[in-house]
RNA sequence: GCCGGAAUGGCGGAAUUGGUAGACGCAGCGGACUCAAAAUCCGCCGACUAAUCAUCGUAAGGGUUCGAGUCCCUUUUCCGGCACCA
């Protein structure tokens, strides 16, 4: 074989025999176990970013390693094809965004081929294709008529310049992206999903998902957010007639402590206060100024104004003032709280600044009283004061009694609230699945009959930003009512893209079915048994998945309830950011690639130059990958430069996949450098070396064996750096072996191809076949440590006194407790480090450590 | 602001899950080979020290334990999410 590793031809070669011998292609097999891996799907942004190798070669290390473990493995690959960049392009470069995003699916398609992944391409799919979509629309036509998908107003960013409704990522600084006008908050007729159906199922279903990390399942339930308390209302009387304000609180035991109730700048309440009250009125204006994004309403700060009105308190009869707040959110509860500022730090900081009562119920920590300023213990449980015959009450007794009460008077009772709010999936934009809907004026809205799906949205379109196109296009607005014939009026909103990413995962198990959503293959290979991607998808689209699979289960589709059985959430790439502010006074951010740095003596860096001109240049740590700060580094250069398996052995050996992955050319050069060595050390396999004596040939035997155990055990639970590690130590005793004609040469190379081939495929195959091991790798057994190599005679303890490691010890393999007791006193290191003390205890770590207390 | 993470040499990271901190690699330093360079190979490489011993050392402070990077409490900084980016 060839002396140089040319990781091109290689790569081809490899690529050339998996496509020719179908290796990656799978269908439904009995016989075996099966393993459906799956990497979240990418989104068609134009070429590929680091992000996506780095998640799609973790997937396909477990998918084939799990393929060497004898599972029928599926891994395939599709296309998150709708979405809001592919308009943006569409408006720059004047291109309907259908070419735009075909043009780039296949362009990553290349990539994806060149690095080498184990997918089963027969089954890709695009979710912009109305093969895919028209399910989309078949089965919320279904929701619709079940009443789990259904009409109400939702909240949304209004540009008034543009009169059109901007995403949050459009709004900067509360003002549109491309007019700059403050944004509004304006409310619109939306669809739904009722996804707060299926709250306490998703909640209560984490418990049992033992393949997910903790925390992601902590950041669901957190979202789900479940709240036991009680919801009661104020009464007041309003033009004659009897109403009450009707508030939830986690904390009853405080009711006695109410000074105000405040009400969301929306509420029904604080509208019909304004009708005589030009200051709330323009107050309430200036609430509906600004975005959505809670982010921001939670920040900033705290205003109020009163109402005029008074509720009276539903124990005491007093009279109670009515604030609008804007930081009472109008989508959590009732858009309404009591407030309660002695045990509040919300309600503390609003009553100091407006001159409210506060009235201290709760005997805390601190005492009886709640000076200023806020301690957290004043919201801490304790025993009722000043609660008339709540007193002495304890807060499970004291929140019992009020609620018994309340209950008796019929103003309310043990409320559960859900954090959760139903799913608004209504965008008014082109470039997505169009909701199935037709308006009539004499039948209302209608649902689209299943013979006429899809709704084919026309591909031509180039939106201006002033709104959806589909709105002037009179042949797609135009259309008759399915129920009365009458002359009706197409919807123009599309679905949100997280409907379509929702089940995309059931569908691969599918291909090729125009007649259902999905069929018995399904069955096979659902659920999923490893899914892959970004942390930042731990909330939504993982709810939305686990949500859109219980419906499905109940509309009988399949058999599934929860489609992801294990997690992994990989962590963000990373790269060193450099910039200069060049004369003019703007920044300009400097590609790591295009930067010098200088070391001192020990390597640290103490100056970075631009390469091309010897400016200096700020180093300003690192960040993620982005186009914004020019930090990111193209995969496609570094496979041209290096072949696909240095990259892909690059990533998986710089960190363990779930935490964040900081990109370094020197780091890529030494994974290349390594699979030089490789190749080069293969090359030589057979070659008559030194004679090695018999002591290293067993040492050499025992360290690969120990190494592939460990290997092995890392594998089991993700921690493939390490694997890539282990690679490199088996080389490391192969080479000081010095004899590529031993037994011990011929097992150890055998052993680190198989390890290595799940990283770097392409290597793995070509020299499994080159070397003679086998016609191919990917049916080759997975390697298992010879328990004969890990035998041993003596083990070496660690020697502590006193906790204080003091050495080490060589002891018998048979030796016992008191043996080793005896051995560990007569030790000069126990001599030297005891002198004179009296020995307390012993404490023996059965073949790991002997500690002497003294 | 709320929810969830993370922090170990000059750098990425490892540590058999409470048992020799720094595996493996990068960078750096020294050497071999070479007319020379590149490539390759060998050695050194936490701080303090001339070196050894000793001591100190896993973001900061406290605690539990024979023993803490690992468990508990407090704090700081950074990262992800916050419902229309995907």
């Avoid at 600004?290 to 109020?304: M, N, R, S």
């Avoid at 379509?500 to 090729?512: L, V």
């Avoid at 004596?693 to 025992?702: D, G, H, I, S, V």
Wanted: hydrophobic share 40%; proline share 6%.
């Amino acid at each position: 074989m060839q002396e140089r590793y040319a990781p091109q031809s290689v790569e081809q070669d490899a690529q050339a025999y998996w496509d020719a011998s179908g290796s990656f292609r799978v269908a439904e097999d009995a016989s075996k176990p099966k393993y459906y891996c799956l990497s979240m799907f990418p989104y068609p942004s134009g070429k590929l970013h680091m992000g996506h190798v780095r998640n799609y070669t973790i997937g396909d290390v477990i998918t084939r390693y799990h393929r060497m473990r004898g599972y029928n493995v599926l891994q395939p690959m599709g296309w998150d094809a709708f979405g809001l960049p592919a308009e943006n392009a569409a408006m720059a470069n004047k291109v309907p965004p259908a070419k735009w995003t075909h043009d780039n699916i296949a362009y990553m398609r290349s990539q994806l081929k060149g690095l080498g992944f184990a997918i089963d391409w027969t089954r890709e799919l695009a979710t912009c294709s109305p093969e895919y979509y028209k399910w989309n629309q078949w089965l919320f036509v279904r929701l619709f008529k079940k009443g789990l998908a259904y009409k109400k107003t939702g909240v949304v960013n209004w540009d008034p310049v543009d009169q059109t409704v901007l995403a949050n990522e459009q709004v900067i600084d509360g003002k549109g992206w491309r007019t700059g006008a403050v944004v509004e908050k304006r409310e619109i007729p939306m669809y739904f999903l009722r996804i707060s159906a299926y709250a306490e199922e998703l909640l209560a279903a984490l418990d049992g998902m033992t393949g997910w990390p903790e925390q992601v399942k902590l950041m669901q339930k957190n979202w789900i957010g479940k709240s036991e308390g009680v919801r009661f209302g104020f009464p007041y009387q309003l033009n004659g007639e009897s109403k009450v304000l009707n508030v939830f609180t986690t904390r009853a035991d405080t009711i006695m402590g109410v000074t105000f109730c405040a009400v969301a700048a929306e509420h029904p309440l604080a509208l019909h206060a304004a009708q005589n009250n030009p200051a709330l009125a323009k107050f309430i204006e200036e609430c509906k100024q600004g975005a959505v994004i809670e982010a921001e309403l939670a920040q900033q700060e705290k205003k109020g104004m009163p109402t005029g009105l008074t509720v009276t308190h539903p124990i005491s009869g007093d009279q109670v003032p009515v604030w609008v707040g804007n930081y009472v959110l109008m989508s959590y509860g009732d858009g309404a709280v009591m407030g309660v500022p002695a045990h509040d730090e919300r309600d503390y900081e609003f009553a100091n600044k407006y001159g409210l009562p506060i009235n201290p119920v709760i005997r805390t920590a601190s005492g009886d009283a709640v000076p200023a300023p806020w301690k957290p213990e004043y919201a801490e449980y304790g025993t009722n004061i000043n609660s008339g015959k709540y007193d002495g009450l304890e807060f499970k007794a004291s929140v019992n009694a009020v609620a018994a009460d309340l209950k008796a008077k019929g103003l309310g009772d043990k409320h559960v609230q859900w954090r959760l709010r139903d799913w608004g999936i209504s965008r008014q934009r082109y470039w997505g699945c169009p909701v199935p809907i037709i308006h009539c004026k004499a039948c209302g809205d209608v649902p689209v009959p299943e013979k006429d799906l899809p709704v084919v949205l026309p591909e031509n379109l180039v939106p201006d930003g002033t709104g959806n196109p589909l709105n002037k296009l009179t042949s797609f607005l135009d259309c008759s009512c399915p129920k009365c014939g009458q002359p009706a009026r197409r919807e123009t909103d599309t679905m949100d893209t997280f409907v379509d990413s929702s089940w995309y995962f059931a569908r691969f198990a599918c291909p090729g079915n125009d007649q259902a959503m999905v069929d018995e293959r399904a069955g096979y290979w659902m659920a999923v048994d490893q899914y892959i991607g970004g942390i930042e998808h731990a909330i939504l689209h993982l709810l939305y998945s686990r949500f859109f699979m219980r419906v499905m289960r109940d509309e009988g589709l399949l058999n599934v309830t929860e489609p992801f059985t294990n997690l992994l959430t990989q962590g963000m790439v990373l790269a060193e950011l450099y910039y200069y502010d060049n004369p003019e006074g703007r920044r300009e951010w400097i590609n790591p690639a295009d930067v010098t740095v200088e070391r001192d003596a020990k390597g640290r860096a103490i100056a970075a130059k631009r390469k091309s001109d010897g400016v200096v240049v700020v180093a300003d740590g690192i960040g993620t990958m982005s186009k914004s700060k020019n930090n990111g580094v193209d995969p496609q250069a570094l496979i041209e430069k290096y072949g696909a398996d240095t990259a892909r052995f690059f990533i998986i050996f710089t960190s363990p996949p779930t935490q964040s992955l900081e990109w370094s050319d020197e780091g890529v050069e030494g994974s290349f450098r390594f699979l030089k060595r490789v190749w080069h050390y293969a090359s030589t396999l057979g070659r008559p070396g030194k004679s090695p004596t018999p002591e290293l040939r067993k040492a050499t035997r025992f360290e690969i064996h120990s190494v592939l155990k460990q290997a092995n055990y890392d594998l089991g639970k993700h921690q493939f750096n390490t694997v890539a590690s282990a690679t490199m130590k088996i080389l490391n005793a192969l080479e000081k072996l010095q004899d590529p004609s031993s037994e011990e040469a011929k097992e150890g190379l055998s052993i680190l191809l198989r390890l290595l081939s799940p990283i770097t495929p392409h290597l793995g195959h070509h020299l499994w076949k080159a070397l003679g091991f086998g016609e191919d790798i990917l049916k080759a057994p997975w390697p298992e440590p010879d328990p004969k190599a890990l035998e041993q005679d003596e083990i070496e303890y660690v020697v502590q006194v006193g906790g204080k490691t003091r050495g080490s010890l060589k002891a018998p393999k048979a030796a016992d407790r008191p043996a080793l007791e005896a051995l560990v006193t007569a030790s000069s290191l126990v001599q030297k480090y005891v002198t004179g003390q009296a020995i307390r205890k012993i404490v023996i770590v059965p073949g790991r450590l002997i500690n002497v207390v003294v």
